[in-house]
């Protein structure tokens, strides 16, 4: 109702603005120059403004540039660029505007300024940006006193002459497209991951990434190897948002069609919500959730002759395959491994085991109220193998057996991913640690001569965690934490952590006795050491630290209990 209201005033104000201003109402008139509001977010030196020169209309555009930056340029660039930029409007014209509108909709027609042409903005912006589209402008200024009261795109100076920029246009007119179809409309905002995910599949749509070498979807594949844990739904304007958003976009639309993305737009939903309206108005089964871990398995298998759900169609990635990160088990006697990590919503991670040998045995543990799935891969020796998932009980804990490990199967694969139900879409995204352990036993018998070895070997590792202390306290990183106003624990704290706080730590675990920390290191580096000493301080206190987590065992990980707890004792 409060929509319907607004929606009402604004359209009654926007008529008398117009009534009002309509005998002032000044001609468009090319080689014109005007004052123009940027985003200072992607504007090169953080501009508010700037003055920009009418240089070419057309029946669908007008293009600002500039004045600055134009005037700078010879007469035979600028005949370059005019040249360039009919090229750009034959295209849209023809292809762009006319087949995505007739897929999604059009933009608010005729636009705020009563003209039915979209206004192009070239201006310098920073490093690595497409262009961008202000939803302020579609609002008189008696709304929002920077709206340029235009349907308007931005576009960067920097690629007025690259074949890409049709691809930037593309993008953009996604975006106004969107604005109109949802915003407008139903009066609801979309999130933004999904909003830029439409806007990363156009380019698919038109062929734009059929020339795989130097294309969009290049790019974006390659930031998302680089990245591949980044979190689906966080944006931070990065380009391993961008990368994540496109990959699974492109997976869901391979397999569920172009209308997902259509009825997703056209309804009162956003997000995950509006494309699990979209899947049920279709009558497909699988929920959003579903089919994100369904892609987060195709992203290590891509293999369509094993399992149509775990590949890509799109001849452009039928190869994509990330590399995941090896974790190595001794080949010979008992061995055991114990790995804590941290996860948002709607990311994965994936981790390899090989070596090994015996019957492994895999414990993964989160907190109560989360909602990790964990699909894994088993291969055998042969390179075959098979998808199942781990089931975890209401604690967030499971395991699994796998026998002959390191014989008949060669390595195992988890893919733990958090899907926890969500009402809102924020910019950061809260983290949240799991951790699992694998283990593995064998019957190997052990001669009295290894024993002796192996005693001898303890012997000598004694000794040089003892000179390793010494040469530390020597060089004045021993006991470093008598010198620090060590008063509390006031950050989390993990395996790879390093600085005063770390030390801090180290000196309290220290204190704790030689049951709790045995080394007694203090150098700031939080290593498997400090991570152990952890574990046997947190199960010491389990009924103040991990039973209220849900949990039965340390993780080596210091979170708000374990910190309360230390600094409880700090303070005494």
Sequence with gaps: MNYKITQKFIFILGLLCALFFAGGTKAILLNDSIILNVDKGHDATARPQITAKLIKITPKLFFYVERSWWDQQVEAKQKEVLFNLEKLSLEFENKIYPNLTSIFGQEQRPGIDGDERITLLFHQMIRDSGGYFRSADEYIKAQVTDSNEKEMLYLPIEQIDSNQLKVFLAHELMHLITFAQKENIFGVQEDVWLNEARAEYVATIFGYDENYEGSNLQRRTRAFLEKPSDSLIEWQDKKYDYAIANLFINYLVDHYGIDILVNSLKSKYVG??????????????????????????????????????????????????????????????????????????????????????????????????????????????????????????????????????????????????????????????????????????????????????????????????????????????????????????????????????????????????????????????????????VIKFQEKYASEILTPLGLSNGTGYVGLNTRLKINQLLGK
């Design 272 to 533: 995950i919500e509006s494309i699990n309206h979209a899947l049920q108005k279709a009558g497909i089964k699988e929920d959003f959730s579903q089919i994100f871990i369904n892609w987060t398995i195709t992203v290590i298998i891509n293999d369509c002759t094993k399992n149509k759900n775990y590949c890509y169609l799109n001849k452009n990635l039928i190869n994509l395959r990330i590399s995941p990160v090896i974790n190595f088990l001794p080949l010979s006697g008992n061995s055991s491994l114990s790995v804590t990590n941290l996860a948002k919503n709607f990311s994965s991670s994936w981790k390899k085991i090989i070596g090994g040998t015996g019957d492994l045995k895999l414990n993964f543990e989160s907190l109560a109220g989360l909602n990790f799935k964990i699909p894994y891969v088993v291969y055998n020796k042969e390179g075959d193998f098979y998808v199942k998932f781990i089931d975890l009980d209401s604690n967030q804990k499971g395991s699994i057996s796998i026998p002959n490990f390191g014989e008949n199967i060669a390595s195992l694969i988890i893919i733990p991913s958090l899907v926890s139900e969500i009402t809102s879409v924020n910019s950061f995204e809260s983290t949240y640690p799991y951790t699992f352990k694998v283990s593995t036993t064998s019957e190997e018998v052990i001669l009295s001569e290894d024993l002796v070895l192996i005693q001898k070997l303890l012997e000598k590792i004694d000794y040089l965690k003892k000179e390793i202390a010494r040469i530390l306290a020597e060089r004045g990183m021993g006991p470093i934490i008598q010198n620090l106003a060590c008063s509390q624990i006031i950050e989390d704290l993990y395996v790879g952590k390093t600085g005063d706080q770390v030390r801090c730590l180290q000196g309290f675990l220290k204190n704790q006795g030689s049951e709790i920390y045995p080394e007694a290191l203090i150098t700031g580096n939080f290593g498997n050491l400090t991570k152990q000493a």
